[in-house]
């Protein structure tokens, strides 16, 4: 095992820091960051602007360690899911997704969740660790430079344009982890990616959001999901340590420090749960005259055991047209990567053992048996 200290740990004061405790100048960590992140270069013999002692000091101690990868798959319509191992047979996911004008990464913040969302396979299977920092960033460093050689960009030019921590977990459950992550995409001696497109999706962790404006006020998406403390409960069961009342109101006093002037709020649609025209006019109710924000709704993903539908095609619709009736900016999420279990939800469920997932736990990988089964629910 390697004992070295990984750079990908670091956002630029974290490596100054690190760099001044061996007398090491600040400029250095600037020198770093570019060939780590921009450049892709975990060698740091490579790094020739570097003084000799200085890549001699950091040869011997430190290291860019990305995660081992378990599988890479690739769908029919260009979006590429990595399982990565975290160890102690833990493994999450991330999904690179092609668009016209914009590639995304979505990001994994834990290996499990644990909050427990009645519709999600990640919060399915129990919660295993918060990953550290350079967990998170080894995701979007593979991802990037892994992409890069393969689209065949030239020089310079990024993959990566927005990053979505939409993945496994609850990001600001991990929030110490976090912020040095979001840093260091913000950097522009790294990533340089614009408050704008960097999200952070929340199942609603309140004192949280309110940090989050504090200390790195990216672009917010909250997991909303019903329209009512009673099904939200349900749903989403940190709801009822802070309900709605409590959660819109941190929402709104995020807008006077987020990069966008509205909220996303993401709505997963269940068949006959949330999805019918008494929720709509339940949702345009409870909304009214507080503040701009803009429904993204998510066909349900179905994974084996939920015992839920996706709302059929015309339910989604109609709920659509309600809110968009009502003036509210309302979109029905794409379904992507569906052929490889990369859409929402669907996340991490093939590295559970069933049985102890019954046991809410996160256990050894047991990929291939798992697989046939997800296969079959989706198209029952
Ligand atoms: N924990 C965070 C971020 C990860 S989940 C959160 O809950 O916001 C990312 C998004 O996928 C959330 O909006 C979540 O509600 C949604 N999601 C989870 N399971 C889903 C499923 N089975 N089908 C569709 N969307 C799902
Ligand atoms: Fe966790 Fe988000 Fe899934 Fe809920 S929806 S269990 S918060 S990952």
Same mark, same amino acid.
Request: proline content about 5%; overall charge neutral; some cysteine.
């Given at each position: 095992?390697?004992?070295?200290?990984?750079?990908?740990?670091?956002?630029?004061?974290? =490596?100054?820091?690190?760099?001044? =405790?061996?007398?090491?100048k600040? &400029?250095?960590?600037?020198?770093?960051?570019?060939?780590?992140?921009?450049?892709?270069?975990?060698?740091?013999?490579?790094?020739?602007?570097?003084?000799?002692? @200085?890549?001699?000091w950091?040869?011997?101690g430190?290291?860019?360690q990305?995660?081992?990868?378990?599988?890479?798959?690739?769908?029919?319509?260009g979006?590429?899911?990595? =399982?990565?191992?975290?160890?102690?047979?833990?493994?999450?996911?991330?999904?690179?997704?092609?668009?016209?004008s914009?590639?995304?990464l979505?990001?994994?913040?834990?290996?499990g969740?644990?909050?427990?969302?009645?519709?999600?396979s990640?919060?399915?299977?129990?919660?295993?660790?918060?990953?550290?920092?350079?967990?998170?960033l080894?995701?979007?460093?593979?991802?990037?430079?892994?992409?890069?050689?393969?689209?065949?960009?030239?020089?310079g030019?990024?993959?990566?344009?927005?990053?979505?921590?939409?993945?496994?977990?609850?990001?600001?459950?991990?929030?110490?982890?976090?912020?040095?992550? @979001?840093?260091?995409?913000?950097?522009?001696?790294?990533?340089?990616?614009?408050?704008?497109?960097?999200?952070?999706?929340?199942?609603?962790?309140?004192?949280?959001?309110? !940090?989050?404006?504090?200390?790195?006020?990216?672009?917010?998406?909250?997991?909303?999901?019903a329209?009512?403390?009673?099904?939200?409960?349900?749903?989403?069961?940190?709801?009822?340590?802070?309900?709605?009342?409590?959660?819109l109101?941190?929402?709104?006093?995020?807008?006077?420090?987020?990069?966008?002037?509205?909220?996303? &709020?993401?709505?997963?649609?269940l068949?006959?749960?949330?999805?019918?025209?008494?929720?709509?006019?339940?949702?345009?109710?409870?909304?009214?005259?507080? &503040?701009?924000?803009?429904?993204?709704?998510?066909?349900?993903?179905?994974?084996?055991?939920?015992? =839920? !539908?996706?709302?059929?095609?015309?339910?989604?619709?109609?709920?659509?047209?309600? @809110?968009?009736?009502?003036?509210?900016?309302?979109?029905?999420?794409?379904?992507?990567?569906?052929?490889?279990?990369?859409?929402c939800?669907?996340?991490?469920?093939e590295?559970l053992?069933?049985t102890?997932?019954?046991a809410?736990?996160?256990?050894?990988i047991?990929?291939s048996?798992a697989?046939?089964?997800?296969?079959?629910? !989706?198209?029952?």
């Amino acid at each position: 095992m390697n004992r070295a200290v990984n750079l990908l740990q670091f956002d630029k004061a974290g =490596l100054v820091e690190w760099l001044g =405790l061996a007398g090491h100048k600040a &400029f250095r960590a600037r020198q770093l960051m570019h060939w780590v992140h921009q450049r892709g270069v975990a060698d740091f013999e490579a790094m020739t602007d570097l003084a000799r002692p @200085l890549r001699a000091w950091l040869e011997q101690g430190a290291c860019v360690q990305a995660l081992p990868v378990l599988s890479e798959q690739r769908s029919r319509d260009g979006t590429v899911k990595w =399982l990565f191992d975290v160890g102690a047979g833990n493994a999450v996911e991330s999904v690179f997704i092609p668009e016209v004008s914009r590639n995304t990464l979505c990001v994994s913040s834990q290996a499990g969740c644990a909050m427990a969302c009645s519709f999600c396979s990640t919060g399915a299977q129990g919660f295993a660790r918060n990953l550290e920092s350079s967990e998170i960033l080894a995701q979007l460093w593979w991802a990037e430079f892994t992409m890069r050689r393969e689209l065949g960009l030239p020089k310079g030019e990024r993959a990566i344009s927005n990053v979505v921590m939409m993945g496994m977990g609850e990001p600001l459950q991990n929030y110490g982890a976090l912020i040095p992550a @979001l840093r260091v995409m913000l950097d522009d001696d790294a990533y340089g990616l614009s408050r704008r497109r960097v999200t952070v999706s929340t199942s609603g962790v309140v004192p949280m959001i309110d !940090r989050l404006a504090a200390d790195c006020p990216v672009a917010l998406a909250v997991s909303l999901h019903a329209p009512n403390d009673a099904l939200r409960d349900q749903l989403v069961p940190l709801n009822r340590k802070y309900p709605l009342a409590e959660l819109l109101a941190a929402c709104e006093r995020y807008l006077a420090h987020a990069p966008r002037d509205f909220i996303t &709020f993401e709505y997963c649609m269940l068949d006959g749960v949330n999805d019918g025209p008494e929720q709509a006019r339940q949702l345009i109710e409870l909304m009214r005259g507080r &503040f701009p924000w803009k429904c993204n709704l998510i066909p349900f993903n179905p994974f084996p055991g939920s015992g =839920l !539908r996706r709302s059929p095609p015309q339910r989604v619709a109609a709920f659509a047209s309600m @809110l968009i009736e009502a003036g509210i900016v309302a979109t029905v999420r794409k379904t992507r990567g569906d052929d490889i279990d990369a859409a929402c939800g669907q996340l991490a469920g093939e590295v559970l053992d069933r049985t102890t997932r019954r046991a809410g736990r996160v256990v050894a990988i047991a990929a291939s048996d798992a697989a046939p089964a997800a296969n079959q629910e !989706r198209s029952a």
